[in-house]
């Protein structure tokens, strides 16, 4: 079928073999961003006892400090989304990172209660910033069919870098007297290498990921090209040998969804031009919902499960 396009879109700004090995690369920057997020946070609560005893404040300012962050995080994020939503993602990350690690690092030089929670209130800034802008800009390296995969191994830094916070901080800050400002300063450095690398990185286009999925498969599962419908054969087979009234409903029904330009196997191809002729009858039993169940259902998941 001539109308059926054979090749990408050539306007992609990316080879899709360098676009794949990039989107790895930008994947552990982020990672590694993740993993100090996390860190960076919780090394206080490993070394809070001390911390707490050498600038003399009790326990009840340890939980203030920790609701000093909390409440900036909270009404830091919806705003600095919105932000990421307008400007580049990778630079609002990459401030965002600077701006949390500036802040674990000067936490150092905390010398009483009132500086410690200033600290830890621009730490709670810098990070609430930075999940909204980093989901998005990893949404856009990585297509649908990847994208939870992915999702779910960036999750993994964030709980490597609550167990290491833990241990970095309690065991930094047994080592000696005033050895916990070790901590803030070990983990707050890395964070802005990791800002200038996320500066670095390239913007993607919104929905890039998913745009050149489509152009590469365009008959995958998701797009609304011609369909291949050997992948409903199964479907069509069970319901011609159940119930040969229903064929017309459950092909129609995979024709309307497929869209009108299809590739049809040997054996269904005498069937070809009744199932063409009754593609504008399908919309009333979609909305009445006569698939549910069916094997046209096994079709449906099939074509786009």
Same mark, same amino acid.
């Given at each position: 079928?001539?109308?059926?396009?054979?090749?990408?879109?050539?306007?992609?700004?990316?080879?899709?073999?360098?676009?794949?090995?990039?989107?790895?690369?930008?994947?552990?920057?982020?990672?590694?961003?993740?993993?100090?997020? /996390?860190?960076?946070?919780?090394?206080? $609560?490993?070394?809070?006892? $001390?911390?707490?005893?050498?600038? *003399?404040? $009790?326990?009840?300012?340890?939980?203030?400090?920790?609701?000093?962050?909390?409440?900036? /995080?909270?009404?830091?994020?919806?705003?600095?989304?919105?932000?990421?939503?307008?400007?580049?993602?990778? =630079?609002?990350?990459?401030?965002?990172?600077?701006?949390?690690?500036?802040?674990?690092?000067?936490?150092?030089?905390?010398? =009483?209660?009132?500086?410690?929670?200033?600290?830890?209130?621009?730490?709670?800034?810098?990070?609430?910033? /930075?999940?909204?802008?980093?989901?998005?800009?990893?949404?856009?390296?990585?297509?649908?069919?990847?994208?939870?995969?992915?999702?779910?191994?960036?999750?993994?830094?964030?709980?490597?870098?609550?167990?290491?916070?833990?241990?970095?901080?309690?065991?930094?800050?047994?080592?000696?007297?005033?050895?916990?400002?070790?901590?803030?300063?070990?983990?707050?450095?890395?964070?802005?290498?990791?800002?200038?690398?996320a500066w670095k990185l390239r913007e993607p286009r919104?929905?890039?990921?998913?745009?050149?999925?489509?152009?590469?498969?365009?008959?995958?599962?998701?797009?609304?090209?011609?369909?291949?419908? &050997?992948?409903?054969?199964?479907?069509?087979?069970? $319901?011609?040998? &159940? =119930?040969? *009234? *229903?064929?017309?409903?459950?092909?129609?029904?995979?024709?309307?969804?497929?869209?009108? &330009?299809?590739?049809?196997?040997?054996?269904?191809?005498?069937?070809?031009?009744?199932?063409?002729? =009754?593609?504008?009858?399908?919309?009333?039993?979609?909305?009445?919902?006569?698939?549910?169940?069916?094997?046209?259902?096994?079709?449906?998941?099939?074509?786009?499960?």
């Amino acid at each position: 079928m001539s109308d059926i396009p054979s090749s990408a879109d050539p306007h992609l700004e990316v080879p899709r073999q360098k676009s794949g090995k990039y989107a790895m690369y930008v994947f552990w920057v982020m990672f590694g961003i993740s993993f100090l997020n /996390y860190l960076d946070r919780n090394v206080l $609560t490993g070394a809070a006892a $001390t911390v707490a005893m050498d600038l *003399g404040f $009790t326990n009840d300012g340890i939980g203030y400090i920790a609701s000093a962050f909390l409440v900036v /995080y909270t009404l830091g994020t919806v705003p600095l989304g919105i932000w990421a939503d307008r400007a580049k993602r990778k =630079n609002v990350v990459a401030i965002c990172v600077a701006i949390w690690s500036i802040a674990t690092a000067l936490t150092a030089l905390a010398t =009483n209660f009132i500086t410690l929670f200033l600290s830890r209130m621009i730490l709670g800034i810098g990070e609430a910033g /930075y999940f909204p802008a980093g989901t998005a800009l990893m949404s856009d390296y990585f297509s649908r069919s990847k994208r939870s995969r992915i999702m779910s191994w960036w999750s993994v830094g964030q709980l490597v870098g609550i167990l290491f916070g833990y241990v970095i901080g309690g065991e930094l800050a047994g080592l000696f007297p005033g050895s916990w400002r070790l901590a803030f300063v070990f983990t707050g450095i890395p964070g802005l290498f990791l800002a200038f690398l996320a500066w670095k990185l390239r913007e993607p286009r919104r929905n890039e990921a998913d745009e050149e999925e489509v152009a590469l498969y365009p008959y995958s599962s998701g797009s609304r090209g011609p369909i291949d419908i &050997q992948y409903i054969g199964a479907a069509w087979h069970v $319901t011609a040998h &159940q =119930n040969p *009234g *229903g064929i017309d409903r459950h092909a129609d029904i995979c024709l309307l969804r497929a869209g009108s &330009q299809c590739r049809f196997p040997a054996d269904l191809s005498p069937a070809k031009g009744h199932l063409r002729a =009754n593609i504008g009858k399908c919309g009333p039993l979609l909305r009445s919902g006569d698939c549910a169940g069916g094997p046209g259902r096994y079709g449906d998941r099939r074509l786009y499960g």
